[in-house]
């Protein structure tokens, strides 16, 4: 089989593992393939690839799509980071719940995100290329976010001995609990 898909305990959330083909002039390995991911759950169409690169400490997040909503494959191409999903879909049974897992260019694990979950990372490595597939495409009309020190989420974020570089727009998102999520119940798996 060339990929392991494991579930998390947010539904739809998954840590996919790659099988790599490796021997003394590198290593080979698939990153996406339409079959298996169907069987596994993910059947929507990817429409837009992304990649960011960032220095330790770097804190992205927590970020949605109330229209154009994105589903995610992420991975990490260069380093480690700590990623994290969120569910945000109103009437779910883990709304508000977070979901971690360290990703890494060693380990070559990815996470896919679906609709309805805001999303963030922190870099745990010196530099990092984080690398996402995306179900819709970038409308930043539609931007929204989480605060990532948020204390009804209450994120475990890993502790540092730099403080986290955040942007300026991060800083300013609402709390969690004064916004309206309705826009994502449609993606409750109950649904």
Known sequence: MA???????????????PQVFGDSRGYFMETYKKEPFAEAG?????VQDNESSSTRGVLRGLHFQKDHTQGKL???????????????????????????VILSAEKKNMLYI?????????????????????TDVYDPASEGGIPW??????VDWPKLDIPYKTSAKDE????????????AEKFNPGR
């Open 114 to 134: 679906p609709e309805g979950f805001a999303h963030g990372f922190l870099v745990l490595s010196e530099t990092a290329e984080f690398v996402y597939k995306c």
């Open 74 to 100: 992420v991975r990490v191409t260069k380093g480690e980071v700590f990623d994290v999903a969120v569910d945000v879909r109103s009437g779910s049974e883990t709304y508000g719940q977070w979901y971690a």
């Open 172 to 183: 300013k998102h609402k709390p969690f609990r004064k916004q309206d999520f309705s826009w």
């Open 3 to 17: 990929f392991i898909f494991e579930k998390t305990i947010l539904p739809g959330v998954l840590v996919i593992t």
């Open 149 to 154: 020190n948020d204390p009804d989420i209450a």
């Open 42 to 46: 993910i059947t929507r169409e990817f």
